[in-house]
Protein backbone atom coordinates (compact mmCIF):
# COMPACT_ATOMS: atom_id res chain seq x y z
CA UNK A 1 0.00 0.00 0.00
CA UNK A 2 1.27 3.46 -0.74
CA UNK A 3 1.47 6.19 1.34
CA UNK A 4 2.66 9.79 1.36
CA UNK A 5 6.20 10.85 3.74
CA UNK A 6 5.71 14.41 5.51
CA UNK A 7 9.04 15.97 4.19
CA UNK A 8 9.73 14.21 1.67
CA UNK A 9 9.52 15.76 -2.16
CA UNK A 10 7.69 14.39 -4.69
CA UNK A 11 7.97 14.82 -8.70
CA UNK A 12 3.98 15.28 -10.30
CA UNK A 13 3.54 13.42 -13.44
CA UNK A 14 3.54 16.79 -15.15
CA UNK A 15 6.86 17.53 -13.99
CA UNK A 16 6.71 20.27 -10.95
CA UNK A 17 8.39 19.09 -7.78
CA UNK A 18 6.57 19.34 -4.32
CA UNK A 19 7.52 19.00 -0.86
CA UNK A 20 4.68 16.96 1.30
CA UNK A 21 4.39 18.97 4.70
CA UNK A 22 1.80 16.87 6.55
CA UNK A 23 -1.83 15.46 6.30
CA UNK A 24 -4.76 16.81 7.47
CA UNK A 25 -8.48 15.87 7.83
CA UNK A 26 -11.42 17.63 6.36
CA UNK A 27 -13.63 19.15 9.22
CA UNK A 28 -16.73 18.22 7.20
CA UNK A 29 -16.51 14.74 6.32
CA UNK A 30 -12.85 13.59 8.27
CA UNK A 31 -11.29 12.57 4.74
CA UNK A 32 -7.75 12.99 4.83
CA UNK A 33 -5.85 16.02 2.68
CA UNK A 34 -2.17 16.14 1.80
CA UNK A 35 -1.15 19.65 2.14
CA UNK A 36 1.91 20.12 0.21
CA UNK A 37 4.06 23.34 -1.32
CA UNK A 38 5.64 23.69 -4.90
CA UNK A 39 9.07 24.21 -4.54
CA UNK A 40 9.10 26.45 -7.28
CA UNK A 41 6.78 28.62 -5.24
CA UNK A 42 7.93 28.59 -1.96
CA UNK A 43 5.56 29.52 0.76
CA UNK A 44 2.18 29.08 -1.58
CA UNK A 45 0.40 25.64 -0.02
CA UNK A 46 -2.12 23.31 -1.56
CA UNK A 47 -4.21 20.20 -0.52
CA UNK A 48 -5.21 17.65 -2.70
CA UNK A 49 -7.10 14.41 -1.39
CA UNK A 50 -4.89 11.69 -0.30
CA UNK A 51 -6.52 9.39 -2.58
CA UNK A 52 -5.90 11.43 -5.67
CA UNK A 53 -2.64 12.06 -4.48
CA UNK A 54 -1.66 8.55 -4.26
CA UNK A 55 -3.79 7.56 -7.79
CA UNK A 56 -2.28 6.46 -11.03
CA UNK A 57 -1.71 8.65 -14.13
CA UNK A 58 -4.73 8.64 -16.51
CA UNK A 59 -2.94 7.06 -19.62
CA UNK A 60 -5.96 7.55 -21.16
CA UNK A 61 -5.90 11.35 -21.00
CA UNK A 62 -2.29 11.70 -20.77
CA UNK A 63 -0.83 8.76 -23.41
CA UNK A 64 2.60 10.99 -23.05
CA UNK A 65 3.02 10.89 -19.24
CA UNK A 66 5.98 8.51 -18.19
CA UNK A 67 5.14 8.04 -14.71
CA UNK A 68 2.64 5.83 -13.08
CA UNK A 69 1.56 7.36 -10.09
CA UNK A 70 0.25 10.91 -10.06
CA UNK A 71 2.98 11.65 -7.83
CA UNK A 72 6.15 9.82 -7.26
CA UNK A 73 8.23 9.85 -4.03
CA UNK A 74 12.00 11.27 -5.48
CA UNK A 75 14.55 9.23 -3.42
CA UNK A 76 17.29 11.45 -2.35
Given amino acids: MRTVEPNALYRHFKGGVY ?12 SVVV ?6 AKGTYWTRDLQEFLSEVDHEKYPDASQL ?3 EKIEQ
Fill in 19 to 30: KVLFTAKRAEDE
Fill in 69 to 71: YRF
Fill in 35 to 40: VYEPQY
